[in-house]
């Protein structure tokens, strides 16, 4: 089924090279982006591209209006209703999973989901038709209940399809959604809710990670007892994994979702002005309380359409993967809106990387014919620890380039995939706040070569500088200094944080005057003008007066070949303030099993500190934990480590992923 559809204008800018584009994104903002605004379909045209009369809030496209959930799917349907939007692959449904829990394969039944199950995994094909239907059928049940413009919507899922369907169809009735990391407790998920004064809830009656059941529900419903703000309901996808009492605020979905397809409802797109909020997703701060960052719709859709393009390279009918998870940025910006925006065909993963065999990754680039990968480096150094072969079996030809970002990505782990695939392996640089990269190499000019351990330059729209934090002036190159941003922020980055415009001026416009937005981020320019992230400027250790990033230090003893990964921290010294030292796990702990052996290692790994940043940065100790503690996204938990070093409590441990790398922790500690 093919609907009439307006036409949309698809003559877009040309540029001879990157340099050309980027120029013209900095010295006429208006003029780039205005050109760029014809990769989407405006139901009305924007009557200004820039309004910067009230800095740092800027508003792009005012008074255009558009639609997120029209653009990521109906746009598509004359050309490619066929074509699969999404491909859902689930590692965690297996078939013992099925044999454990009977109700699942008739749940997937009931919610209209053709699943194929294979041994030890389960698929879903999904084309832009299909995915047409489903949202329409969400956003009629949304509605049925009350959920309209402006409404917001926590959305706590783990990777399944409602969760996009979810999201797509908040946009498709102007909804604001705002999705909470699986990952988090009760506690974080109620302080959220009530933040975003939640009218409903959707969620599931259980997650899977690793096999293990996670009590979604049960999560949930203690949440909505902790929260001031009451949601009016909680809409629960069953997925028949563990039995649950509904509650008089609950809705079961797939009785909701067969009366719209028995009615084939279709849910009108609601026309937003471009500058009213698509989604809220929070983070940490420098406080305990989360951030709301409030992103648009026109600019979000804008920017993301454009980086699929200059970015990433990526061409309607290819598929990308962003192994990520819906609850951070990179998920909903790269596993859901832009490959869609783009009429790619996206990949949604639900399952580990090592699980059932550590060749599952590649396993699903084969099978799918992936063309575009992008994840975190943490997932790749997992692998990097196994037997070479599991990478190796499988024909990955299809992919064109591999992206990581959200942590540093050291120079082994990069070779080690650049060697395996044969393809650039590209670091790039971005925050939840901007949505897209703000550094990166253009995978689609042929700008300067990719430079390892540089995540590349800044990307068109940001006038991206490194900046002394005391004087304010730009540094030279070599010179080290904090990454900001001078305002406006281009298109798709934060507008500013939900219901607190202060916050978003004291947090990130504070420190430079309101005139540039601070990334918290040290940095360095090379000779070449490629960047350098050093590290964040709150995770700094002050040695003797010398300000050494923690990151620097652990690139150092990257270097060494049998250290799998390492974390270093600053501990308190009474002669020199801080002292750093370092927990490294290593590719085979048999080698520090014995003190003799545990003492050469260490001085191996201090030799190699010495050797690239000199003896001020020699740690004082390095301990071998066989884990470090990390958030569910990756990323290492150095002020848990740290307090651990100092043998204090570790505090809020909300976003541990496995707490048994806590034991680890202290037992090498204990065992130095
Ligand atoms: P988040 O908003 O959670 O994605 O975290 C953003 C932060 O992750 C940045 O401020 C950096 O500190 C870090 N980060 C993201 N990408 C990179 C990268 N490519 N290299 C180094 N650090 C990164």
Redesign the pocket.
């Given at each position: 089924m093919t609907q009439q559809l307006p036409q949309q204008e698809t003559t877009l800018p040309t540029y001879q090279n990157f340099s050309e584009l980027y120029k013209h994104s900095i010295d006429d903002r208006a003029g780039f982006w205005g050109g760029q605004a014809r990769r989407i379909y405006w139901h009305k045209q924007p009557d200004k591209i820039l309004d910067d009369s009230n800095l740092p809030f800027a508003k792009w496209f005012v008074g255009g209006e558009t639609n997120l959930c029209y653009n990521c799917v109906d746009r598509h349907l004359p050309d490619r209703a066929e074509q699969d939007a999404l491909i859902w692959v689930s590692s965690e449904i297996n078939q013992e999973l099925l044999s454990n829990h009977p109700d699942v394969a008739d749940a997937f039944k009931r919610l209209g989901n053709s699943v194929e199950f294979y041994t030890d995994y389960a698929k879903r094909r999904l084309t832009y038709n299909d995915l047409y239907k489903e949202v329409n059928y969400f956003a009629d049940v949304l509605q049925r209940y009350g959920v309209g413009k402006g409404d917001r919507v926590v959305i706590y899922m783990p990777m399944i399809l409602e969760a996009a369907y979810a999201m797509l169809a908040c946009a498709r009735i102007g909804a604001i959604h705002s999705v909470v990391f699986g990952g988090f407790a009760a506690h974080n998920l109620a302080v959220r809710m009530d933040d975003a004064q939640a009218k409903m809830v959707i969620t599931v009656d259980a997650g899977l990670r690793g096999g293990k059941v996670i009590n979604y529900k049960n999560l949930v419903n203690q949440a909505v007892e902790q929260a001031n703000v009451k949601p009016e309901h909680v809409l629960v996808v069953d997925r028949g994994v563990m039995p649950y009492k509904p509650n008089a605020i609950d809705i079961d979905y797939a009785e909701q979702r067969k009366i719209s397809h028995e009615n084939k409802a279709r849910v009108e797109p609601v026309w937003l002005e471009s500058n009213e909020p698509s989604y809220l997703l929070y983070?940490s701060g420098t406080t305990g309380k989360p951030k709301g960052v409030q992103r648009d719709t026109g600019g979000h859709a804008v920017a993301l359409a454009t980086s699929i393009d200059y970015v990433y390279n990526g061409k309607a009918g290819e598929t990308f993967w962003a192994i990520s998870d819906i609850g951070w940025?990179v998920g909903h910006s790269y596993t859901i809106y832009a490959p869609l925006l783009a009429g790619m065909t996206s990949i949604m993963y639900e399952g580990l990387p090592h699980r059932p065999n550590p060749g599952i990754w590649w396993r699903i680039v084969e099978a799918n014919k992936v063309n575009i990968l992008f994840t975190a480096p943490t997932g790749v150094r997992m692998l990097k620890k196994q037997d070479e072969m599991w990478m190796t079996r499988y024909d990955v030809s299809s992919v064109k380039a591999f992206f990581l970002?959200?942590?540093?990505?050291d120079e082994p782990t990069a070779e080690w995939l650049s060697g395996h695939l044969g393809v650039p392996i590209l670091?790039?640089?971005?925050?939840?706040e901007t949505g897209w990269p703000i550094l990166s190499h253009v995978a689609k000019f042929d700008h300067k070569p990719h430079k390892q351990g540089s995540?590349g330059y800044p990307m068109y729209g940001y006038d991206a500088k490194v900046i002394n934090e005391e004087t304010g002036e730009a540094c030279q190159a070599g010179e080290k200094g904090m990454l900001a941003i001078t305002a406006p922020l281009p298109p798709g980055c934060l507008s500013t944080v939900w219901r607190n415009d202060e916050r978003f001026i004291n947090a990130y416009f504070g420190l430079f005057d309101g005139t540039r937005y601070s990334?918290?981020?040290y940095a360095q320019v090379d000779a070449d003008g490629y960047y350098h992230?050093l590290g964040?400027t709150d995770d700094v250790i002050n040695v003797a007066g010398h300000r050494l990033g923690t990151q620097e230090i652990e690139e150092a003893i990257s270097g060494h070949d049998e250290v799998a990964e390492c974390a270093v921290v600053g501990i308190h010294d009474e002669l020199k303030g801080e002292l750093p030292v370092a927990f490294c796990v290593l590719k085979d702990h048999s080698l520090v099993e014995t003190t003799e052996s545990r003492f050469r290692v260490e001085q191996q790994v201090i030799g190699e500190v010495v050797k690239s940043l000199g003896a001020i940065a020699r740690p004082a100790a390095v301990y071998f934990p066989k884990a470090v503690p990390k958030t569910r996204s990756g990323k290492i938990l150095r002020r848990a480590i740290r307090a651990l070093a100092e043998g204090k409590e570790t505090g809020d441990m909300s976003t541990l992923d496995d707490p048994t790398a806590i034991e680890a922790v202290k037992l090498a500690i204990k065992n130095y």
């Open positions: 983070t940025a970002a959200g942590e540093p990505l670091d790039h640089y971005w925050q939840t995540p990334t918290s981020d992230i964040r």
